[in-house]
């Protein structure tokens, strides 16, 4: 049966062949253009993968693949009796549901049993937020969706169930990189702020990231947090029947602090690191600076690789990503077309959320010019499309490119938690509920 399992700890198996892969990509990545619909010059500046011996430098050729000792895990068949993995659909057929859509074990059913009746075939079920979790963890606290106590029930448990019995696949949803999220301090002590502040963005003076409406984010260049991150992947892939781990926030998601890029991370440890791996200050090229901040996203995802091909075999890695490339890697050092290429993920989100479906087929396009024959399974914002006809406009392009479609959010097709607490949803939402179900039931079956 799917659901919780035994914490038997996994044998460690390929670190250095993994060491030397990651070697081997730092070395091979190049900077790549593609054009993008016969008039767009794409300029993937993603010379992030640098060779650290004697100072970053610009290699060439593409990054190496998945490791072949992760590879040959993944083919193996796990010795537990509950399902093999479920690989990516073809074509997928997607829906994202956020940590605030559900409260109750009777709501988890619901979503489940709703996302299949509009002709889904995946879930994307988020399991961590800010630091805070919506499964039974031993590493980190329940999430403020469940006042941060233990529900009486395991929504993640119980969604892994329902969605197999329903014939979906479910990929267990993680904000990677967050720490924490508002103006205040957390309201418990056993939260990462607390627990570990040296671990969160620091600048030159090791002040921490300033609290605000957005997220705070951890420091990718530590090991320890990648680490930690990398111990939760292991969590959720040994105790839950996931069929996968979908990464969100995987980028240094500053957009709300000004100047972030400049002031972040710049602490005596980490400019230490940086120093000792290159031979370079930050200012003495931002450009090689850029590159190595930026890596160490990528030495995480390969670590995540690693970590869900070891504990569950079959399951897949995937990611939602910046909408356009050229600006995931130069305003947020996030390498998501590299990732494709070099198969450390198995298929990127772009979350393309907008009214505009010149922008979207524009997005969608740089992707798909950026990593030929890669998954990519376009991130519709149906929040955003309040009319039939852009709706089904944008669905028709996902259709011409081969069918994947993933709706951002459940919430934007039926009632949640939210509602609730809110006295109900209005009429016009409700309205647009019912539009966006009839026009996407077009599409998803």
């Known amino acids: 049966m799917p659901g919780r399992q035994s914490k038997k700890r996994p044998r460690r198996h390929g670190a250095k062949a993994r060491s030397r892969a990651l070697r081997r990509a730092l070395r091979q990545h190049r900077t790549t253009l593609s054009l993008i619909g016969g008039a767009l010059a794409l300029l993937m500046s993603i010379g992030m993968f640098a060779t650290f011996t004697g100072g970053c430098q610009r290699g060439g050729g593409r990054a190496a693949p998945a490791p072949e000792a992760e590879r040959r895990a993944r083919a193996a068949q796990p010795d537990r009796h509950w399902p093999r993995a479920v690989p990516l659909a073809t074509p997928t057929k997607a829906v994202w549901v956020a940590r605030f859509h559900f409260r109750t074990a009777e709501d988890v059913k619901t979503i489940i049993r709703n996302c299949a009746q509009i002709g889904a075939n995946t879930v994307l079920w ?30 993640l448990d119980v969604a892994v169930r329902e969605a197999h019995a329903r014939g979906l696949r479910i990929e267990a949803w993680m904000n990677v990189m967050p720490g924490w999220k508002g103006p205040s301090e957390p309201p418990i002590e056993n939260q990462l702020w607390f627990q570990h502040p040296d671990w969160f963005l620091l600048d030159a003076q090791d002040r921490r990231q300033p609290l605000g409406d957005f997220y705070v984010i951890l420091n990718p260049a530590l090991n320890e947090v990648r680490e930690h991150i990398a111990a939760l992947a292991e969590e959720i892939t040994r105790n839950y029947a996931v069929d996968g781990l979908h990464l969100d926030y995987i980028r240094y998601a500053w957009e709300t602090t000004p100047n972030a890029a400049k002031l972040y991370p710049r602490d005596e440890r980490t400019i ?46 995937t990611a939602a990503v910046r909408p356009d490339p050229v600006d995931a890697q130069r305003g947020y050092l996030q390498s998501s077309v590299e990732w494709l290429r070099s198969g450390y993920i198995d298929a990127a989100y772009p979350m393309a959320y907008t009214e505009k479906g010149a922008v979207f087929s524009k997005n969608i396009t740089a992707y798909r010019s950026a990593a030929p024959g890669a998954r990519v399974i376009p991130g519709v914002g149906i929040y955003k499309l309040n009319s039939a006809e852009a709706l089904r406009g944008q669905l028709q392009n996902c259709r011409a490119w081969g069918g994947d479609i993933a709706l951002f959010s459940y919430e934007s097709l039926h009632p949640t938690d939210k509602d609730r607490r809110a006295g109900g949803a209005d009429r016009n939402e409700q309205s647009l509920r019912g539009l966006r179900r009839r026009v996407i039931a077009e599409f998803m079956r």
Do not use: K
């Not at 120093?275 to 996203?297: C, I, K, M, V």
């Open 126 to 155: 988020q399991v961590r937020g800010e630091g805070t979790v919506q499964y039974r963890s031993q590493l980190e606290p329940w999430s403020r969706e469940f006042d941060y106590r233990d529900p009486g029930f395991d929504p």
């Open 272 to 317: 230490s690191l940086y120093e000792r791996e290159t031979g370079r200050t930050p200012d003495e090229s931002p450009g090689a600076w850029d590159n190595w901040r930026a890596f160490q996203l990528t030495r995480l995802v390969s670590r995540l690789r690693a970590v869900v091909s070891q504990n569950r075999p079959g399951a897949t890695l």
